[in-house]
């Protein structure tokens, strides 16, 4: 029996779950809880989080949910030393662009602990952050970041495409005892789903083919694999056949489903909804450059945003998004391509 | 100046109060004794709710003379900025609300805070402003058109920050702190400070709210303006919220006492008093002038609306503050206190609505007639030489907007 509930309830359950399953798990951010002292409205946990996402678990765990100062160096700080004291802290950080305010904590120091002392250091810290395009927020509160986390070695970095995953991916990545990036699409918190009630978990490193087909293997990230599947769709009316494939995380990526899908289909589009430059999408697209050259019937095609910021005008953001035709086109240009 | 800092300064009395630190022994716990509409004995102010002028005390008395000066002309002048900029603040809600806007972080309450301070500087002066501050635009000439287009996405930042000697507005809480610090030393640099001349000795003010004020660069900017006695006025605006947090998830010590630690005096004002604002505003900018370094002053007033339009703050306040608030507000109280003094008659206060209601009906169609940007321009502005990807990017896309033209033929 199905059991729809949004991106958001599912991320709101696995923190519930874990929290009950691991008096460890704790949930540190701004705005957490929100609200202030007795009387309703106003009471904690009215609010929870500028969307709502952690609503709820206050009231619940009012000792382990923390409304912090705004102060993303000092509360992101303090999760990765609580997670090498033994806590499994589960911390948000509102929006993937105030990186700029604490990325040292993230890559010098959690990224590097359990390397620099020899294995003795174990950083378990999840940071929970919103990212993308798509609501009118401006080039400082809507970009696409975890190409820059993927890059650096001893994080972790995941990328839920749909309520399912989000729920199964965050409860691995509260049990993994990596530091990990988990990236949450803005534009997908109402997205509805089909989600379990209990708890599962989701490996890193393991894609999930979401289509199969054996023209043309299409890889996304994101949201951006709703739009590879409407592509999809529209492609199959046109007689060709999309495998599409989410990798669900970036950093341990599944290179192995997407070498095995590319032998078979000898087309690759890489559709990624980051600036171009150094994305997952090149990195992809080098990848299978290197070990299945041999296989590829056309030049690897990639679907990005452009190399500039992420514009504020309605008109211009909605050009900047990668769109489903430009998924189609990119398709096209693969499956027409002659020697 | 009421204390700033010399070698031969008395010490500095104690700040902390036993009520401050009985709370140290526990985490997070509301301090439930502090009412937070009450800014407490240490804040300056002149002008009560219903209008009456207060007495003198001990906190307002360094400033009476500034406010004694003024005229009836700059009683008229700054209710006349109290109202029109509550007035462009309402459209922009409006206009937010209608579609026409992205965005709009509303200022209603914070009208006196930011109007007293704006007044108080000088055309040289130079303003740092977060997102909030349309009253500070508004006394430095920005047209409220420009704050419009930012929010609709359409005019790159607004304005010239050189026009006005106000910066654009930064959105990521606290950067501007650090950008001011450094204009701020640049002045010492060009010898612009305690010349005693009127017209070249020049301050910077740097604007930000309660919660701005646990960043990194918010303290790291008070260390540096504290340590090269910058020509450099902090201006906290205290809403009581940042976003759904009340101040005191945000500090224990409020940040007009903390403001001795950095080596600099600090001063609390009623952010809903415009001439409190005014006189406490000026005098720190005379002494920052003058060469006599920082001073932080923190407006204690209210954020009466959202912390912008993506939020409901019905959700996580509780009401009976509003309606506390309601009876501070300062228009209401600047008005009052205008009629008791005779500075205007009720033909003026008309006269002003009248204004109002023009300048709404002139910025509303402003606002509706910005065009969209030229799909082109997304590539704009990335770089200062072209740049090859970017150039790549915009052939590709150039030639496929052609493609429509052509087709259309």
């Known amino acids: ?339 | 100046m009421s204390e700033h800092l010399t070698e031969d300064a008395p010490p500095a009395q104690p700040i902390v109060d036993a009520r401050h630190l009985q709370h140290h022994e526990t985490t997070v716990q509301p301090m439930m004794e502090h009412d937070i509409t009450d800014g407490g004995p240490d804040m300056v102010q002149f002008v009560d709710g219903d209008g009456n002028r207060l007495e003198t005390t001990e906190a307002n008395a360094p400033y009476a003379k500034i406010v004694e000066d003024m005229t009836s002309e700059d009683a008229r002048s700054m209710y006349r900025d109290l109202v029109l900029v509550r007035r462009v603040d309402a459209e922009g809600f409006a206009l937010q609300r209608q579609g026409e806007l992205g965005l709009w972080p509303s200022l209603l309450g914070q009208e006196a805070a930011q109007v007293g301070a704006g007044r108080a500087m000088r055309p040289q002066d130079y303003a740092f402003p977060g997102y909030r501050e349309h009253g500070v635009a508004w006394c430095r000439g920005v047209p409220p058109e420009n704050l419009l287009g930012i929010f609709r996405g359409v005019n790159h930042g607004g304005w010239d920050s050189n026009a006005n000697n106000f910066h654009l507005y930064t959105i990521v809480i606290g950067n501007q702190m650090l950008h001011a610090t450094g204009y701020a030393m640049g002045v010492q640099r060009d010898g612009k400070v305690g010349t005693g001349d009127p017209d070249r000795d020049t301050a910077v003010m740097a604007f930000t709210g309660d919660g701005g004020t646990a960043q990194g660069d918010y303290n790291e900017a008070l260390v540096f303006a504290s340590v090269s006695n910058a020509p450099l006025v902090f201006f906290v605006q205290n809403n009581q919220w940042a976003i759904s947090e009340p101040n005191y998830k945000q500090f224990r010590i409020p940040p007009y006492l903390r403001a001795r630690g950095f080596g600099f005096p600090g001063v609390r004002v009623d952010g809903n008093d415009v001439l409190a604002v005014y006189a406490v505003t000026k005098a720190a900018l005379d002494a920052a002038r003058a060469g006599q370094g920082p001073t932080l002053i923190e407006a204690f007033t209210y954020r009466m609306g959202a912390h912008t339009t993506s939020d409901d703050p019905t959700k996580y306040r509780p009401a009976a503050e509003l309606d506390i608030w309601k009876e501070k507000d300062p228009i209401k109280r600047m008005r009052g206190f205008m009629e008791t003094k005779g500075h205007a008659d009720a033909s003026f206060f008309e006269q002003i609505d009248a204004e109002a209601d023009e300048l709404a009906a002139r910025i509303r169609k402003a606002c509706q007639e910005m065009p969209d940007p030229d799909l082109r321009t997304m590539f704009d502005h990335t770089y200062a030489e072209e740049h090859p990807v970017i150039e790549a990017e915009k052939a590709e896309f150039s030639a496929y907007l052609d493609s429509f033209e052509e087709a259309g033929r």
Not at chain 1, 30 to 43: F, I, K, L, V, Y
Not at chain 1, 64 to 90: C, K, M, N, Q, W
Not at chain 1, 112 to 123: L, Q, W
Not at chain 1, 177 to 187: L, N, Q
Request: charged share 20%; hydrophobic share 45%.
């Open chain 1, 1 to 339: 029996m199905a059991r729809m509930i949004s991106y958001r309830e599912a991320i709101n359950e696995a923190l519930a779950l874990e929290m009950r399953r691991d008096p460890s798990v704790i949930v540190m951010g701004e705005d957490n809880a929100g609200g202030a002292s007795a009387g309703s409205p106003g009471e904690e946990d009215a609010w929870g989080g500028v969307l709502g996402v952690t609503k709820g678990l206050y009231g619940e765990f009012p000792d382990r949910v923390l409304d912090t100062p705004i102060s993303e160096s000092a509360f992101i700080g303090a999760a990765v030393g609580a997670a090498t004291a033994g806590l499994r802290p589960v911390a948000e950080l509102m929006f993937i662009d105030f990186m700029g305010v604490c990325f040292d904590q993230i890559f010098n120091q959690a990224a590097k602990f359990r390397y620099m002392f020899g294995g003795k250091a174990v950083t378990p810290v999840v940071i929970r952050t919103m990212y993308g395009a798509g609501l009118r927020a401006a080039a400082q509160h809507s970009q696409v970041l975890y190409p820059l986390f993927t890059h650096i070695p001893g994080l972790k970095v995941v990328v839920p495409s749909n309520p399912y995953e989000a729920k199964g991916l965050l409860i691995q990545a509260i049990r993994d005892d990596d530091p990990v990036i988990f990236c949450e699409h803005k534009a997908l918190y109402d997205m509805q789903g089909d989600v379990p009630e209990g708890a599962y978990v989701i490996p890193f490193g393991e894609a999930n083919v979401v289509r199969d087909g054996d023209d043309v293997t299409i890889v996304a990230l994101g949201r951006m694999v709703s739009y590879a599947s409407e592509a999809a769709e529209e492609l199959a009316g046109t007689g060709v056949d999309a495998e599409i494939i989410d990798p669900r995380t970036t950093s341990p990526l599944d290179t192995e489903t997407i070498i095995e899908s590319v032998e078979r289909t000898g087309r690759l589009v890489v559709v990624d909804e980051s600036n171009p430059r150094c994305s997952v999408a090149r990195d992809i697209s080098a990848i299978v450059a290197e070990e299945a050259f041999g296989a590829l019937k056309a030049p690897i095609q990639v679907v990005t945003a452009p190399h500039t910021p992420v514009p504020f005008s309605d008109v211009l953001e909605d050009l900047y998004i990668p769109s489903t035709q430009d998924i189609v086109n990119a398709v096209k240009t693969a499956t027409d391509w002659k020697r």
